[in-house]
């Protein structure tokens, strides 16, 4: 089994938890408030600028150069994925400008951690988590939701096939680095993996309760 799937198996039950979670389903059914919409925006649009800082650290220490290419596009890309939370920002007057929730503070911090003190392979499982929990997320909503409702920008944003291509190179560049590599090191990335996905899961809590500090 490639080490990929490997962690997808290994996560099987905090992955289905969050595909079922309420603001997945209620997203793909049509009926998630708008102000649960807009909390996830404001609080998401922190999480991907954060993420700028740990994919400049992930570059800094990448050796090989496909690796070094396509995580330099994905970050070119994080521009304009910005720029979407920026525009339905102004658009519905929310604030950009809020403290990350706790939730998102901690997830975020538990991402650069990995870049900034763990391994490449640390950091990459953990990116592969990431990724993968939004594209099968957002896929779920897409195939039960029309490409005219009022989300389908950012339902292609994650669900796209540009985007299953990244999510899958990751995971084939992932199989590569950790080929042939100890058993003691792969079963502490695929509790990363697990971390990442537990922090997925919670993200979606976190923004379906509008949790904030709660002093
Ligand atoms: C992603 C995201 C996907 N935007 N937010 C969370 C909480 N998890 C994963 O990352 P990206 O950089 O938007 O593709």
New binding site residues.
């Given amino acids: 089994m490639a080490f990929s799937q490997r962690l997808l198996a290994a996560a099987q039950p905090v992955w289905q938890a969050s595909v079922a979670h309420p603001f997945v389903q209620e997203m793909a059914a049509g009926t998630l408030p708008k102000e649960k919409f807009g909390f996830w925006v404001q609080?998401?649009y922190l999480?991907?600028a954060d993420?700028r800082k740990f994919?400049g650290l992930l570059l800094a220490r990448a050796e090989d150069e496909e690796i070094y290419r396509r995580l330099t596009q994905?970050l070119a890309?994080?521009e304009l994925?910005l720029e979407l939370f920026r525009t339905y920002a102004r658009d519905n007057n929310l604030s950009l400008t809020l403290a990350m929730a706790p939730v998102?503070r901690g997830?975020a911090d538990f991402m650069l951690a990995r870049a900034a003190l763990g391994s490449f392979d640390e950091a990459m499982t953990a990116l592969y988590a990431?990724?993968k929990?939004?594209?099968d997320a957002w896929r779920t909503v897409r195939d039960r939701t029309s490409p005219q409702g009022p989300y389908a920008r950012w339902i292609a944003?994650?669900s796209s096939d540009a985007?299953r291509q990244?999510v899958d190179w990751l995971a084939a560049a992932l199989d590569r680095l950790t080929a042939g590599k100890p058993e003691t090191e792969l079963a502490r990335l695929e509790k990363i993996f697990l971390t990442t996905a537990r922090?997925?899961y919670l993200?979606?809590d976190m923004t379906y309760r509008q949790q904030q500090w709660p002093v």
Avoid: K, P
Wanted: charged letters at 15%.
């Fill in positions: 609080q998401d999480f991907v993420a994919l994905f890309g994080l994925e998102c997830y990431a990724e929990a939004y594209y944003n994650w985007f990244w922090y997925e993200f979606w």
